[in-house]
């Protein structure tokens, strides 16, 4: 018997998880997991709210609570989820250059020149360079637990974290979509001139020639240079605006048929980009740039579990802008809504869920 299965056999999932174990308070290590969470605590251009950097640590801390037994997925806590250590220098960079670029948003909020101010103009490009290797590395990281045959989620930091990622999965596939989860199309060319700020990275994604398709869900905030993207895209970027989704269903179209229609529109691989602020506020009250309206939580796994079920298949997924509070319910809700990602992730890869628990009606 291996070590693996004497863990699962001596573990109880009825009780609270383990406190000095991984994430989800499981007892696996990384090379008995199936999945590898890599935490990237990163929000240097943040312009409005802050705290997504604290977010995979408020996700981990709140994943000890979840439930193991999920109702779709009942067996997937014997896979193995992983969290992986983000360097310390991430976090401290973050922290550092975060706070150098302040004073140029705030030069720009007040209608100056950057180009103009030597000292901003320098601090920007040293912003720029650091936000590049960021990407660098985050790639490298990926693809090391890709090479060890793990299927790796990436929990942010905001949503300019992914970019390397991509990189990482347009290696191995050359050819997939992204289902991007947001309030935001996230397609602004260098947003306050950051290269790579969480409000760009669509538009940056956009330049990685595997990517063949993005389908945005739940958008309702956007500017004219984005719709222009969107527009000169010639059907690459899709775009179902929550106010269009919502009409849907209120002259009749169920959330199914929309759910099917959406992932019809996807290629065969399918990358899963989530921003929490994609859901109502009421879920996420302490993401940096909320926006009124939103799917419902359900909404959204209902659509990852459809996707799961489709035969598209899902090759990698990643969870951004949770921003902790006071009372860490953004931090509970990012775990639960991470596990279940997990799970339609691990189920689209053919790995053993279980069968879902279906209760007499």
């Excluded at 001596?10 to 383990?18: A, I, K, V, Y």
């Excluded at 010639?234 to 229609?261: I, P, Y």
Aim: aromatic share 10%; hydrophobic share 40%.
């Amino acid at each position: 018997m291996s070590t693996k299965q004497q863990k699962i056999d001596s573990f109880d999932p009825s009780q609270p998880g383990l406190a000095d174990a991984t994430i989800y308070g499981l007892p696996f290590t990384s090379e008995e997991s199936e999945i590898v969470v890599v935490p990237v605590p990163w929000e240097v251009t943040v312009s409005y709210g802050a705290g997504a950097s604290e977010g995979p640590e408020a996700i981990l801390e709140a994943s000890y609570q979840v439930d193991l037994l999920h109702q779709q997925y009942p067996d997937l806590w014997k896979l193995g989820i992983y969290f992986d250590e983000a360097p310390a220098h991430w976090l401290n960079n973050s922290e550092e250059f975060k706070a150098l670029a302040q004073p140029i948003i705030e030069a720009l909020e007040n209608g100056v020149d950057i180009r103009q101010e030597e000292e901003l103009q320098q601090d920007l490009n040293t912003i720029n360079k650091a936000c590049d290797q960021l990407h660098k590395e985050v790639e490298e990281r990926v693809d090391y637990w890709m090479k060890q045959g793990k299927k790796v989620v990436l929990l942010g930091g905001d949503h300019s974290t992914p970019l390397g990622y991509y990189r990482s999965l347009a290696k191995v596939h050359d050819s997939f979509g992204i289902l991007h989860f947001d309030a935001h199309m996230d397609l602004r060319d260098a947003y306050e001139g950051f290269t790579y700020s969480h409000a760009s990275i669509m538009f940056n994604t956009l330049k990685i020639e595997a990517v063949k398709k993005i389908v945005q869900v739940g958008i309702r905030d956007f500017c004219e240079q984005e719709v222009a993207v969107v527009q000169a895209s010639n059907g690459r970027v899709l775009v179902h605006t929550d106010a269009d989704l919502k009409k849907d269903e209120f002259e009749g179209m169920s959330w199914k048929q929309k759910c099917d229609q959406i992932i019809e529109s996807l290629p065969a691989k399918v990358a899963v980009s989530f921003d929490i602020d994609a859901l109502l506020a009421w879920y996420c009250p302490n993401t940096g740039t909320p926006v009124a309206g939103g799917l419902t939580y359900e909404q959204a796994t209902y659509m990852l579990t459809r996707l799961s079920l489709s035969g598209k298949e899902i090759i990698g997924m990643d969870l951004v802008e949770v921003a902790p509070g006071e009372d860490d319910w953004d931090g509970n809700v990012g775990a639960r809504l991470l596990f279940h990602m997990c799970g339609a992730f691990a189920k689209s890869q053919g790995l053993a869920v279980g069968n879902e628990i279906v209760f007499q009606k």
